[in-house]
């Protein structure tokens, strides 16, 4: 059984012929048990059991690993002794505050400024002549998976203590008289704004089109009456425009302080947790295959569920709510 499991040609068999033969085979067995019901039976039992598949599936892939992972959250590093709520309290306390107050930056940061620079793009490229080109250029780094993207930015903030400078921003930063080489991902603080800055390079365009949109459905009578009634754009801006896309913003916001929780992709590249910029998602992979810490691991991996579902809750209402309208 391993060595079919840990066999490539084995498991794309089974993914692409044996599965897709099985599920074919019950679903056509059940379809005709189906057909010898009454009618008004046949009309109650066929939902659920095309939803019985689906359903399975969820279980095995969503359910059960994530029941599995509150029960390792109390239990010890190898799983073989129950240890109370000790995990928690570790995922609270010494070198973990660190790494929340991380999470915390990321939080406030990310969201805002990804926010209030796609609401910019949107704004002001719905007036400009060329809209689409200019919005082709904000989008494109959509394109680029983190992973690469941050190498790309890893480049952009190497540093040299001496010498000419690779890096393209320290070779900016030092055609300034007097000025001297900064590590910018080697100082607290700063690293942790400059790998915010990649995040929300990469997340931009997405955040931009959405909001972009949503200015685009305003209605033209509104903003025409505003003008009537004497209105500067600013107002226009404040009171007809933010009022009528806030819906919209709180969907991208919410979106977006998801991926600040669950950051890693980024983290793990351009830094690998260094420097105190470690993320409790990065954290959590860390503890899992390097300290093979199952207890600590499962415990991180509980608290983004927890902290997380609220903002997802928001975030689907909202989204009913666009869709609503």
Known sequence: MNAILSSAPALILIGAIAIPILVFAVLGTGEKIIEQLRPRSAR????????????????????????????????SSDGSAWVGLQNFAWAFAGSMLGVLGNNVIWLIVFPLGTLVLALIVAVLFDKVRYERFAMTLVVLPTAISFTAGSI???QVYDYKAAGSQTGLL???????????????LQTEVVNTLCLIIVAVWSSLGVAALILSAAVKNMPSELVEAARLDGANEWRIF?????????????????????????????????TNGNF????????????????????????IAVILLIVAIPVVVVNIRQFRAEEGH
């Open 152 to 154: 790309i930015w890893r």
């Open 276 to 299: 105190n910029t470690d993320t409790i998602a990065n954290r959590m992979y860390f503890e899992l295959f390097s300290a093979r810490d199952l207890g600590h691991a499962s415990a």
């Open 170 to 184: 320290n070779a900016l930063w030092t055609l300034i008289p007097g000025n001297q080489p900064v590590p910018w």
């Open 44 to 75: 109650k039992v066929r939902p659920w059991f095309w939803l019985l598949l689906p359903l399975a599936l969820i279980t095995l892939i969503l359910i059960y690993p994530m029941i599995d992972t509150v029960v390792s959250a109390f239990r």
């Open 238 to 270: 404040f009171s007809v425009t933010l009022a009528h896309i806030t819906p919209t913003l709180l969907v991208v916001a919410t979106t977006e302080v998801i991926f600040a929780l669950k950051i890693f992709d980024i983290v793990y590249v351009m």
